[in-house]
């Protein structure tokens, strides 16, 4: 009997023993857990770090792409030219570009041997005269091009001929804006401002 007293003893010890342990392992589960989320918090938190990083440099590295992209299609249309106001013959250009483009440079005093390329820019609409954008070979003779270009106006067969700068877009964009301001300068009676080309 002392014998089953004493085993019950230590039954109700080793019970007692045995929720300390449930107890214990209790709190390592939440202890575990909340070492978990804050695991994965860190975690998340470090991707959203690289990930914003790594968005940031895109952005950068386009913002670069941009600027070099813009830079290398001004310095590509360095020495063209824009001219308007040439009929376009039935077909699509050609010979017909280039012998009017050769007259114009006659009319300009200036070689014809100094175009090296001519075509017409954007899609055929009827009605609508397309634009010429000569390459010339050296960027002196594109100057010489546009200082002589007030020439056409005394000659009949081109007065209604312009040339102008083969500008990019953006380009296009600040000259309208420029050319707009001028125009309200004028109108409010100013007779001197002119646009300084850089």
Request: hydrophobic share 35%; charged share 40%; with cysteine.
């Amino acid at each position: 009997m002392e014998e089953i007293i004493r085993l019950k003893g230590r039954q109700e010890i080793i019970e007692q023993e045995i929720a300390v342990v449930k107890n214990e392992i209790e709190e390592m589960k939440k202890d575990i857990n909340k070492t978990d989320t804050k695991l994965d918090t860190a975690i998340e938190t470090k991707l959203l770090d690289v990930v914003e990083n790594k968005v940031e440099e895109n952005v950068v590295e386009n913002k670069v792409e941009s600027k070099v992209d813009k830079s290398m299609d001004i310095e590509r249309r360095r020495c063209n030219l824009v001219i308007h106001g040439i009929d376009e013959n039935s077909d699509d250009g050609g010979p017909f570009d280039d012998e009017s483009v050769e007259e114009i440079m006659k009319a300009l005093r200036c070689p014809p041997r100094s175009v090296e390329e001519v075509i017409r820019i954007g899609r055929r609409v009827d009605g609508k005269v397309r634009p010429l954008r000569i390459k010339l070979r050296l960027l002196e003779a594109k100057t010489e091009v546009l200082k002589r270009a007030k020439l056409l106006k005394e000659n009949e067969n081109f007065k209604r001929v312009f040339i102008q700068l083969d500008l990019t877009l953006n380009q296009q964009k600040v000259d309208k804006v420029l050319r707009d301001k001028l125009g309200e300068m004028r109108a409010q009676g100013e007779t001197e401002a002119k646009i300084a080309k850089l």
